[in-house]
């Protein structure tokens, strides 16, 4: 079983920047996929960031450039550093992981992105 803790979210200007941070616990998640998923009202779910247990990222098209995902195996978290925010970056963020073994997914509660002057 895997615990994932979001934290960093908040209002910020469009042009500006946000670090979200996901702690993870409850078994060997360095082995794990990790990620970063949003969901907008009315919108579906969408993959922003994933990065492998071997360091691997990928980063949906609308984002590449501005955000970057990374890893602290030791620490067990992933954070995701957002810069050039934009309006239409507004949305739920959740932490993901993955099991290498099972392919099960488990998430985060996660934590509100709102991009506005």
């Known amino acids: 079983q895997v615990q994932l803790v979001e934290s960093g979210g908040g209002l910020v200007q469009p042009g500006g920047s946000l670090r979200l941070s996901c702690a993870a616990s409850?078994?060997?998640?360095?082995?794990?996929?990790m990620g970063w998923y949003r969901q907008a009202p009315e919108k579906q779910r969408e993959l922003v960031a994933r990065i492998s247990g071997g360091g691997t990222t990928n980063y949906a098209d609308s984002v590449k450039g501005r955000f970057t995902i990374s890893r602290d195996n030791a620490e067990n978290t992933v954070d995701l550093q957002m810069n050039s925010l934009k309006p239409e970056d507004t949305a739920v963020y959740y932490c993901?992981?993955?099991?290498?073994?099972?392919?099960?997914?488990?998430w985060g509660q996660g934590t509100q992105v709102t991009v506005s002057s």
């Open positions: 993901n992981a993955e099991s290498p073994w099972t392919n099960k997914n488990y």
């Open positions: 409850g078994s060997i998640v360095r082995m794990y996929a």
